[in-house]
């Protein structure tokens, strides 16, 4: 059954200061489950990541936040909203080779994607919105580059170019699926310190990772998939060798 509340448009006032809540979220495909009675909490300002081997859920878990993927069950808010009523603060940087990177569009227009919620689809960017779209770019190290078709920027370019569309959207709640994949050192320790800035500033961050040693260093909580039950909690001891075992299914340490 898909989930249905009677409370869909009212604010949680309990949640209104908590980006992210999720109780019993239920999904899969088909009749298969990925995700069983997942709880999940995001508070602000917080880093966390999702990790788990493949197809433990990790990306069914953001798609199914964001409704791309329809839940069995279970309940989401976001600051105590529904989907809908939040979705301005909210930005999504899908995996790379879910994009089509030979769209023809520079570096530019699609940050400038990012203003559209804000200024409305069929509105002409004004100087304000022409200014986020600038800062953006710059926050990224993209500024040079910013007339340079998509499709001819690096792997790490065009990372920076997805992640400065959601810095230009104003969001206050990033949801990352791999966005590390792919990157040299020096790309993936930019947006390290890029995602440390917005945690500083108070947004908050949840992102599907891969490597273990870089959750263990430079993230607060993560979330565990695979394996039985989730596993939510501050990254030592959800990185706890017996943790990461059962969901790996063979001995692995961080």
């Avoid at 249905?4 to 109780?23: C, E, K, M, W, Y």
Wanted: glycine share 12%.
């Amino acid at each position: 059954m898909i989930w249905l509340r009677s409370d869909a448009g009212r604010v949680d006032p309990a949640l209104a200061q908590v980006p992210l809540s999720v109780t019993g979220l239920t999904a899969g495909y088909g009749d298969r489950p990925v995700l069983a009675d997942l709880d999940l909490t995001l508070g602000r300002g917080e880093l966390s990541a999702v990790i788990g081997p493949n197809g433990a859920g990790k990306s069914t878990l953001l798609k199914s936040l964001l409704g791309l993927t329809r839940p069995w069950s279970g309940r989401v808010r976001f600051f105590g909203l529904p989907l809908e009523q939040a979705r301005a603060r909210i930005s999504y940087v899908p995996q790379r080779e879910e994009v089509d990177w030979g769209y023809p569009a520079s570096a530019r227009e699609v940050v400038e994607m990012g203003r559209y919620p804000r200024a409305g689809l069929w509105r002409r960017l004004d100087a304000k919105d022409r200014a986020a779209v600038d800062q953006a770019l710059e926050r990224v190290g993209l500024e040079a580059q910013a007339d340079a078709p998509i499709g001819r920027l690096s792997g790490g370019q065009q990372q920076r170019v997805f992640l400065a569309r959601a810095l230009c959207s104003g969001a206050e709640l990033f949801l990352l699926d791999e966005p590390f994949a792919g990157l040299d050192a020096r790309s993936e320790a930019g947006l390290h310190t890029l995602l440390a800035e917005l945690v500083a500033e108070g947004r908050s961050a949840l992102v599907v990772h891969h490597d273990l040693s870089s959750v263990a260093e430079r993230f607060q909580r993560a979330l565990l998939l695979g394996g039985g039950p989730p596993r939510l909690g501050p990254v030592a001891e959800v990185l706890a060798a017996e943790a990461l075992e059962r969901a790996y299914g063979t001995r692995l340490a961080p």
